[in-house]
């Protein structure tokens, strides 16, 4: 059991990171939360990056391919996020970043002109009814109203960032899974130092303990140190079963927007979360893993 630790631990990060996020930016500002908290991990990932090009030395190609998937993986779907959280509640983003499983699945399958099995079919309709019941009943809930156009921006920095998951797998280059990943993270951060507004030190400083840590957290736990996590997960359970508990982030979602913003926990909430995981486990039950 002890082997899913650090699994667990990372897709629990990233389960409260939209929760997180959308504290902070209604107590700041989507701009500024953005830009503060991604400039301050292109700062912490720079020494990466800087070892990682003198050993590779990327032709001006690759690295152009590179810096696409990063802005794709973490500018396009964070500057969305933060944008609409303020009109949308945690468990419509936990119900949107449900599909993202599903998303992936049908990006490989377009991409590479190929059907999923019948029972990745199965999976993923049971985990769409889950979603369906999840986005109902909270659409319902006139005490923390959700916008339509938020919640298609939310949809669509997912599938954005399923899209750059899928192509990322298909870059061809010499470096390691964890390697990869944090120079994808600085290149998709890199974006945001220019969005820095002058005067930002002065607001900064004026954060209180609270929105601090949550920078804090957002920069270095959910973003950095959980892919840590994620990759140590990989060497200890292989990578088939490390990806099924992704499709966990939903449910800590769920739980953190109960404990964090106040949103109802319903029956039919819970309900709705437990179809979405049946769905997931129906659709890689009989993957076999290979690490």
């Known amino acids: 059991m002890h082997r899913y630790v650090p699994g667990l631990f990372a897709v629990l990060f990233w389960g409260l990171a939209p929760i997180v996020l959308k504290d902070l930016v209604a107590r700041s500002s989507a701009g500024f939360t953005t830009s503060t908290a991604y400039s301050l991990v292109a700062f912490l990932l720079l020494p990466q990056f800087i070892r990682s090009w ?29 944008r609409a959280s303020p009109h949308v509640s945690g468990t419509i ?6 599909l993202e499983p ?8 377009t991409l590479n002109r190929a059907l999923p099995s019948g029972q990745q079919f199965l999976g993923a309709t049971v985990s769409i009814v889950g979603v369906a019941l999840l986005l109902h009943e909270q659409l319902g809930n006139t005490s923390h109203p959700s916008e339509w156009w ?11 960032w399923s899209v750059a998951v899928v192509l990322v797998g298909r ?20 974006p945001f130092v220019l969005t820095l507004e002058q005067g930002y030190i002065s607001t900064l400083a004026e954060l209180d303990a609270r929105a ?8 270095g736990a959910a973003t950095i140190f959980s892919n840590f996590l994620w990759y140590r ?21 769920v739980v953190f927007a109960f404990l964090v913003l106040g949103e109802p926990l319903t029956y039919l909430k ?13 659709s890689s039950r009989n993957v076999k893993d290979v690490g």
């Open 233 to 253: 997960s990989i060497q200890l359970l292989g990578p088939t079963r490390t990806g099924t508990l992704i499709n966990l982030i939903p449910l800590f979602s």
């Open 171 to 190: 870059l061809q280059t010499s470096m390691g899974a964890l390697e990869s990943s944090l120079v994808l993270i600085f290149l998709g951060a890199c």
């Open 150 to 160: 938020a919640i298609a921006l939310i949809a669509l920095g997912a599938a954005v």
């Open 270 to 282: 819970i309900g709705s979360l437990f179809t979405i995981i049946f769905g997931v486990y129906l």
């Open 212 to 219: 601090v840590a949550e920078l804090l957290f957002i920069a």
């Open 102 to 109: 599903l998303m992936i699945m049908l990006t490989y399958a």
């Open 93 to 98: 983003i936990a119900g949107t970043i449900a």
């Open 54 to 82: 003198r050993v590779r030395r990327w032709d001006m190609r690759t690295l152009a391919k590179l810096f696409v998937c990063g802005v794709m993986l973490i500018s396009a779907f964070n500057f969305l996020a933060a």
